[in-house]
């Protein structure tokens, strides 16, 4: 079904071919600019590069990769509810499978899809987005990685990531021979026969050597931009709330923090780049296309179909995207409302307690900034200091240990009893902390302003 | 000679043409056939295991709030009607009323906050929640696949196909508006 995955294979053939077509004349201009007649020869060394390259990537299974992003697989009892969700977006998008499923321990909320064939498919996502989206955001993340496997996305750029690995090395090796192999030029400069046709030849081979790899390097990175647009395409579709996957794409931008565990190799499969903390600038090199437009043209969708997404796409100043055949067919399809659920309960936060602990309350910002403001801070909202957004100040829920909190009701008095730390809870429900120095007769309330007397 | 055997050729490579067409559209509609009825067969796990989750519910919530056994009873009995249902309209309404006895036995449960506590409950919650998800889900890729269906056995000239190997046409898994939106009533 969706036959954009027909027009993904087509397009995928020709880029696959153009890379190859780069491939081989590469060898062949090296091997002819090494020596004359040697033309085969670099043939056969760009084939044999070509398989050394596929060996390396299609003998990696994808459990080197996810164990090296420092993931581990989850069952059904440690998260249910990430479980659910991925459950129920394999049965919206008719996968016909259910990956498995790896958490990543990293406060970075980030999330990536792997896997070439059903059997060995996963999604992995950061401890960080589970315990930030609420369920529509986790939603649309998990139904962008879904969208990534039935659009067969990662077979694809592996199969890209070879031929582009394979090029640069046949380049490095080629330009490398010339510094270092001078012998075999020379040899060929003596014979004196053709030598200045030769020497056109090897100008040549070395401006094919030095473009060839770049001009594949542009091929790969627009097409993972491309692909990246056609999975929130398909999260659009498979949701049927654009708003759901923008919202979190706008946490997972707004958190600028990397995560440690990606590099060079993982980065184009995780759902923005975990690698740019800030300032992501479209170029031509860019594995992701800018963070901020994906959400402009998921939020300006009118319906939540193909159809919809394509017209977004165009608006935002693009050409095509989705195959024709795929438009025709996808059925025109409104957007649902918004689920009530709340957002994920994270567990315990160790630093909010001890700042709590010390008569600070502290304020999360979307942007990744945990805030600790004092409790004798008297208005409601506070401005992130970093990202500038106006942030409620939640009022302090009892104390989870050290509750030894005495003088509870409407009394304006606490009894001392002991000299050492003590905290007890005004009438308004805040809690007063008083340290073992505190002398003043009275104390007051952060939030309501009553002043409490301490004898 | 030349002439017809090349007027032979011509019309055996154009018989063979529509035959590799005619197997083609056969196979594509046989292939959305078979994705329609698994898409049907996944709503069916679901709903059944809808059923299977409510009698876990009902015993829990039974344990906190005593008062509420007209709730739990119209859970129940929505849970017979829907698995005795025989029409898929039938069906379709029951799960309805389902859904909707079940809204309010959650909204009902927001004023007892013993039984908020309850992991069993909470666990449970989730499920049921995530339940009524992959219903939906399958439901709108069922759907979806009944359009798509419909649509290959309507148009020219796969419709051709379609009648010699009489392809019918399919429903849609319909949800009424009113019933899913039904408010549920809560009472303290």
Redesign the interface.
Same mark, same amino acid.
């Given at each position: 079904?969706w036959e954009q995955i027909a027009a993904n294979r087509r397009r995928s053939a020709v880029l696959i071919t153009t890379m190859a077509a780069v491939l081989l004349s590469l060898g062949y201009l090296a091997g002819e600019a090494i020596a004359p007649g040697a033309g085969l020869i670099g043939l056969t060394a760009a084939f044999i590069i070509w398989l050394i390259q596929m060996g390396l990537y299609f003998g990696a299974a994808e459990s080197v990769l996810l164990a090296g992003s420092g993931a581990h697989e989850i069952q059904k009892d440690d998260s249910?509810?990430l479980f659910?969700?991925v459950?129920?977006?394999v049965?919206?998008?008719?996968l016909?499978y259910t990956p498995r499923i790896y958490l990543i321990d990293d406060p970075a909320p980030n999330a990536f899809a792997i896997g070439r064939k059903p059997g060995s498919s996963a999604v992995a996502v950061t401890t960080g987005l589970l315990h930030r989206l609420n369920r529509d955001e986790l939603q649309g993340v998990i139904a962008h990685e879904i969208g990534h496997l039935k659009n067969q996305d990662v077979k694809f750029m592996t199969l890209a990531a070879v031929m582009l690995g394979s090029i640069v090395m046949l380049s490095e090796i080629f330009l490398r021979s010339l510094r270092f192999g001078g012998r075999s030029s020379r040899r060929s400069e003596s014979r004196g026969g053709g030598g200045q046709a030769q020497l056109i030849l090897l100008v040549i081979a070395i401006a094919f050597a030095i473009l060839g790899p770049l001009f594949a390097q542009v091929l790969y990175f627009a097409c993972s931009r491309k692909r990246e647009f056609l999975a929130d395409a398909s999260a659009a579709q498979?949701t *049927?709330y654009p708003e759901g996957l923008a919202s979190a794409l706008e946490k997972i931008a707004g958190a600028s923090m990397p995560v440690t565990c990606a590099n060079k190799t993982t980065a184009p499969l995780y759902i923005v780049n975990p690698l740019a903390a800030t300032g992501q600038s479209l170029s031509l090199f860019s594995t992701h296309p800018p963070t901020e437009e994906r959400i402009r043209i998921l939020r300006s969708m009118g319906g939540s179909s193909l159809a919809d997404y394509e017209a977004a796409y165009q608006r935002a100043g693009h050409g095509g995207l989705i195959g024709r055949q795929s438009l025709q067919?996808s059925?025109a399809q409104s957007i649902r409302d918004a689920s009530t659920?709340g957002p994920v309960e994270s567990p315990p936060d160790t630093r909010a307690i001890q700042s709590r602990q010390c008569g600070y309350i502290p304020v999360h910002c979307n942007c990744g900034l945990d805030i600790s403001v004092p409790e004798t801070y008297n208005r409601d909202t506070i401005n992130c200091v970093r990202c500038g957004s106006v942030l409620t100040i939640p009022g302090t829920s009892p104390l989870p240990t050290g509750g030894e909190g005495q003088g509870e009701g409407v009394s304006l008095q606490f009894q001392r009893q002991t000299d050492g730390w003590e905290s007890f809870r005004c009438a308004c429900g805040r809690t007063i902390q008083l340290s073992p120095g505190f002398a003043a007769p009275r104390v007051r309330c952060g939030s309501c302003g009553r002043s409490i007397e301490v004898v | 000679m030349s002439a017809a055997l090349i007027v032979v050729i011509v019309i055996g490579v154009i018989l063979l043409a529509v035959i590799g067409w005619f197997i083609g559209a056969y196979n594509g509609l046989v292939r959305l056939r078979n994705?329609l009825e698994?898409?049907w067969a996944?709503i069916d796990v679901?709903l059944k295991r809808r059923y299977d989750l409510i009698p876990n519910l009902v015993e829990t919530v039974k344990g906190y709030a005593k008062h509420e056994r007209e709730t739990l009873e119209k859970v129940i009995q929505a849970r017979n009607m829907a698995m005795n249902a025989k029409t898929i309209g039938e069906r379709a309404e029951a799960e309805n009323i389902l859904t909707g006895t079940l809204k309010s036995l959650f909204a009902v449960s927001e004023a007892y906050p013993d039984l908020k506590a309850n992991q069993n409950f909470l *666990?449970l919650q989730?499920?049921l !929640?995530?339940t009524e998800?992959?219903v939906a889900?399958?439901r709108?890729?069922y759907n979806?696949?009944v359009?798509?269906f419909n !649509?290959s056995i309507q148009v020219f000239p796969t419709n051709i196909v379609a009648g010699m190997f009489s392809f019918a046409r399919r429903d849609f898994f319909e949800v009424k508006e009113e019933a899913v939106r039904e408010a549920p009533k809560v009472s303290f």
């Open positions: 079904m249910p509810r659910n969700v459950e129920e977006m049965l919206a998008s008719g016909g498979f *049927r067919e059925p659920d | 994705q698994n898409a996944q679901q *666990r989730e499920e !929640t995530s998800n992959k889900f399958s709108q890729f979806d696949s359009q798509q !649509t």
